[in-house]
């Protein structure tokens, strides 16, 4: 199961058996057909969809699209990393995919490993800055898919250094 938000504020539950696309339990039987590698023609209910990718993210999880001349934002998340009013207290609370450096430094300790999971709060990496350590810690629940840096390295600001 996956989850779509769309222009930030409009979440949907999809799921795909089959030929079916089920959104919010209510199934679809969509005819796609791809006018070119960034243009789809829907038809969806016998109304039709010109759909143009226009900005993939670089998480390959997040669109820009125009949507019948319309533009629409679109973010996909399996349903693993998606984070609700139910499962976390505090509703606003995002999904955060990676840790990243929040200044230069040298990376003093690495406390996870690939394939960890990990509670909110739980120290993940210490950090060398300005003759301090820094303990970077997890924002969420979640299971590290890679440590990306090793014990000693060099870091530069805004690098990415753990991925949920």
Do not use: C, W
């Amino acid at each position: 199961m996956y989850t779509a938000i769309v222009n930030e504020y409009k979440k949907f539950s999809i799921q795909f058996k089959d030929q079916v696309v089920i959104v919010n339990d209510l199934e679809y039987k969509p005819e796609i057909t791809k006018v070119d590698d960034s243009a789809f023609l829907v038809i969806m209910n016998n109304k039709p969809f010109y759909v143009s990718i226009i900005k993939k993210g670089n998480d390959r999880r997040s669109f820009q699209l125009l949507v019948n001349n319309r533009p629409v934002s679109v973010r996909i998340n399996h349903q693993s990393e998606a984070i609700t009013s139910e499962s976390s207290p505090i509703a606003a609370k995002r999904f955060v995919e990676y840790i990243k450096s929040p200044m230069p430094g040298l990376v003093a300790d690495i406390l996870v490993s690939d394939g960890e999971a990990v509670i909110d709060g739980q120290p993940l990496l210490i950090l060398k800055a300005m003759k301090m350590e820094n303990i970077l810690r997890a924002p969420h629940d979640g299971t590290i898919r890679r440590v990306l840096v090793e014990n000693g390295q060099k870091i530069s600001k805004d690098e990415v250094l753990i991925q949920f």
